[in-house]
């Protein structure tokens, strides 16, 4: 056979970037299926955060409404420090009239509590910790981040194969000329056809949407979601104008004093100025008029100043991205220092917001719910297919790794597909090139298949 790869006849040349791509397509899969079934089992779960924990903490969410004005929020503050002892550190008001006040409260020693109020009687009607709800353990655990950094770096790089894996296997389900398998599914469960067939008839179905979340979500990752966001940041990329004038800034952190939207991870905190209020703070209650007055969207969070120079800060992260807001007030004076919304973003701080809200299913209501929900249920029936159609068809005492094209040449396409993203995701890139040592070292030490391998 010539060197000269594109000479080969195309019959040729077409099998052996099949196999290329086949390879490739094997080792991605092998790397990320376990990850995908994590985080399409609770990425569907986080999908309803809302209403799985607004039905399971039902007891401490809702009462009854009364006939009364609720009390003042200093109020229910206190209540909530007499039942848990510690700092103020947030509070959000009832967002309903059958709604409970909520009081973050840092104790002594141990994670900040969220104490829930009776905003009609102010009886405390119970704590959990802020971050220990069940939600926010579903959500760590799609990040890893439950288990630490590295963890949480794995889940980046299986992102980045995600978009690989797609991209091969696109390829791969291609019709040419083919009928069957393409959209429709051959055999029975007790065949490695069918489970071939439903794998590539269920990853043309949800490929795109594979795409989609791993792009929207890697704003998250450790590595290339943090550089992201500093570079754009950084720069004042999708700040908004009111960052520029001339308002006292400190060296804190909006993303330090609670959640906030990934754009704003890196703002920078106003200052507070007890000359222009003549020395008095105006207290939570005024705090809390303030923000009604200037119509933030109800569940608004109020993370109340520390020091002398802190700031009362309220954010509004509703489904709605138009009616997303931060509002920063002089805690002397009461006047607003910064008042930054959707619109006042960048463009990238737009665009990634917009595709981090379609990511948790918020922007467009139930559908997009249901039928990312419906997209999560193919990503598990996929990894599932693939999972099952590799044990069946794997030689025994081996891991069944396509056989190499005979070709090296069939190799450059796919080759530079993996180098883009390795260049566009560190990590990712990383991966890669532990990936290529240990094909050679299969090649080398001579464990690829030798037997038939059936396609």
């Known amino acids: ?65 009364a006939g009364t004005p609720a009390l003042a929020p200093s109020a229910l503050t206190d209540a909530a420090l007499r039942a848990h002892p510690g700092t103020l550190a947030k509070y959000v008001p009832p967002a309903a009239p059958d709604a409970a006040a909520q009081a973050v409260i840092k104790p002594a020693g141990g994670d900040s509590l969220s104490v829930y109020v009776n905003p009609y009687s102010g009886q405390v009607l119970g704590a959990l910790p802020e971050r220990g709800t069940l939600m926010w353990t579903i959500r760590r655990l799609h990040s890893l981040d439950y288990f630490g950094p590295i963890a949480n770096g794995a889940i980046e790089i299986a992102a980045g194969w995600s978009i690989l894996l797609v991209l091969t296997g696109i390829y791969l389900w291609w019709p040419r000329g083919r009928k069957q398998g393409v959209v429709s599914v051959r055999g029975t469960p007790r065949k490695r056809v069918f489970w071939r067939d439903i794998h590539a008839v269920t990853g043309a179905a949800v490929g795109l949407f594979i795409l989609f979340l791993a792009f929207t979500g890697m704003p998250w990752s450790i590595v290339w979601g943090g550089k992201v966001n500093q570079w754009a940041n950084g720069n004042n990329f999708g700040y908004p104008a009111g960052v520029r004038v001339a308002v006292p800034m400190s ?9 906030t939207t990934w754009s704003l991870e890196q703002a920078r905190m106003p200052e507070s100025s007890p000359v222009h209020g003549m020395g008095k703070p105006i207290g939570l209650d005024t705090a809390v008029a303030r923000f009604d007055s200037l119509g933030m969207a109800p569940g608004y969070a109020i993370n109340v100043p520390h020091g002398a120079s802190g700031v009362y800060t309220a ?18 004076s009461g006047k607003p220092l910064l008042d930054m919304s959707y619109a006042d973003y960048g463009p990238l701080g737009k665009t990634l917001e917009w595709g981090i809200n379609v990511h948790m299913g918020q922007e467009f209501g139930l559908a ?11 990503i598990v029936l996929l990894s599932v297919a693939g999972g099952l159609m590799w ?7 081996g891991l069944g790794i396509p056989p190499m094209p005979a070709a090296r040449g069939a190799l450059r396409g796919v080759l530079a597909l993996m180098i883009v993203g390795g260049i566009i995701f560190p990590l990712v890139g990383a991966s890669l090139l532990v990936m290529l040592v240990l094909d050679l070292l299969v090649q080398r030490r001579a464990r690829v298949d030798t037997q038939p391998y059936r396609v």
Not at 323 to 330: E, I, K, N, P, T
Not at 368 to 378: D, F, K
Not at 391 to 397: L, Q, S, T, V
């Open 391 to 397: 044990w069946k068809r794997r030689p025994e005492g």
């Open 315 to 332: 954010s509004a992260y509703p489904d709605d991205l138009s009616r997303q807001r931060v509002v920063h007030l002089d805690q002397y």
């Open 251 to 259: 060296d804190e952190h909006l993303a330090h004093m609670g959640h």
């Open 368 to 378: 997009n719910q249901l039928i990312l929900l419906a997209a999560c249920l193919g």
């Open 1 to 65: 056979m010539t060197n000269d790869y594109a000479s080969e006849p195309d019959t040729v040349r077409r099998a052996d970037v099949y196999r290329a791509v086949w390879r490739w397509h094997f080792y991605a899969g092998l790397l990320v299926l376990p990850f995908m079934i994590l985080l399409a089992v609770t990425g569907g779960l986080y999908l309803f955060h809302n209403e799985i924990e607004n039905t399971w903490y039902r007891d401490l969410r809702y009462v009854q409404p």
